[in-house]
């Protein structure tokens, strides 16, 4: 039995998700809805849910208002938005699942399965509900912490510290400046979404660069020297950018 709580202010919003649950997931389901936070944590008191649809954007109190007065979920939780990159950049960062709205079937299918494929540990949920929480609260996008969940299990450090990021195949590397090396088990193409707007310049289709950190670019502007001594490819495509970056310098 996959016991499963609604969180959504929108009646239709629920009514739809609902509907596509019942339709499309072949495990039984028990599902409970709340219109707002404060009837979500009265629900919460006689039921406990394996996994929570929680809307973003809610009146009164919005769905980080409701995590942050859960504190430590025993539950997972799929974030529902409609598109706020401020709201999918914070949820991002944390290594955490949400569906944009209006919600397509198929992703919510594959949500789903990932929540009962991979259901983590306590302790590494409420430390990745603990990291989304704090970079809420940190104004400065600088000093918000990422999690990444490698194979060794889920490392938390700051963008700021991210020299560069370079591609192996669906993998991405991740080179800091205290010399570790991650390896996240997301896509290139990923990370830069997550990371736009934080000072970062895709070089190459196995590249992307934090422009704090370049220090040198050859005289035909097809490799740049990064803080640690790598030496990056710029593909042919990726001069102008390149040369446009140096300019506004």
């Given at each position: ?11 239709r919003?629920?009514n739809?998700l609902?509907?596509?649950?019942t339709?499309l997931?072949?495990q039984?389901?028990?599902i409970?809805e709340?219109e707002?936070?404060?009837?979500a ?12 649809f929680?809307?973003?954007?809610m009146?009164?109190?919005t769905g980080f ?6 504190q430590?979920?025993a ?11 401020y ?8 290594a955490?699942?949400y569906?944009?709205?209006p ?9 789903v ?6 259901r983590d540990?306590?302790?590494e949920?409420?430390a990745?509900y ?12 600088g000093e918000h912490k990422?999690a990444?969940k490698?194979t060794?299990g889920t ?10 990021l370079?591609a192996d195949?669906s993998y ?6 205290n ?10 193409k990923?990370?830069e979404?997550m990371?736009?707007g934080?000072?970062?310049l895709?070089?190459h289709?196995t590249h ?5 950190y370049l ?5 035909d ?5 990064m ?5 990056v490819e ?8 390149i ?6 310098q």
């Amino acid at each position: 039995m996959l016991r499963t709580l609604i969180i959504d202010d929108e009646s239709r919003a629920r009514n739809i998700l609902h509907h596509y649950l019942t339709e499309l997931i072949t495990q039984p389901l028990e599902i409970r809805e709340a219109e707002s936070a404060d009837m979500a944590l009265g629900i919460l008191k006689e039921y406990t849910p394996d996994l929570v649809f929680l809307d973003v954007e809610m009146p009164v109190k919005t769905g980080f208002d409701f995590l942050v007065a859960v504190q430590f979920p025993a539950f997972d939780i799929i974030f529902t938005t409609a598109f706020n990159q401020y709201a999918i950049q914070a949820i991002r960062f944390s290594a955490l699942d949400y569906l944009l709205k209006p919600i397509d079937p198929e992703e919510l299918k594959a949500a789903v399965q990932r929540h009962l494929d991979q259901r983590d540990s306590q302790r590494e949920k409420n430390a990745l509900y603990e990291n989304l929480v704090q970079n809420l609260e940190r104004k400065d996008p600088g000093e918000h912490k990422i999690a990444i969940k490698s194979t060794d299990g889920t490392h938390f450090f700051l963008v700021r510290d991210i020299i560069r990021l370079e591609a192996d195949s669906s993998y991405t590397h991740i080179f800091l400046t205290n010399g570790k090396r991650f390896t996240a088990s997301k896509t290139l193409k990923y990370m830069e979404e997550m990371l736009d707007g934080q000072g970062f310049l895709r070089t190459h289709k196995t590249h992307l660069i934090n422009t704090a950190y370049l220090r040198q670019v050859n005289a035909d502007h097809s490799i740049v020297t990064m803080s640690d001594g790598s030496a990056v490819e710029v593909a042919r495509r990726k001069k102008d950018e390149i040369k446009g970056y140096l300019k506004s310098q």
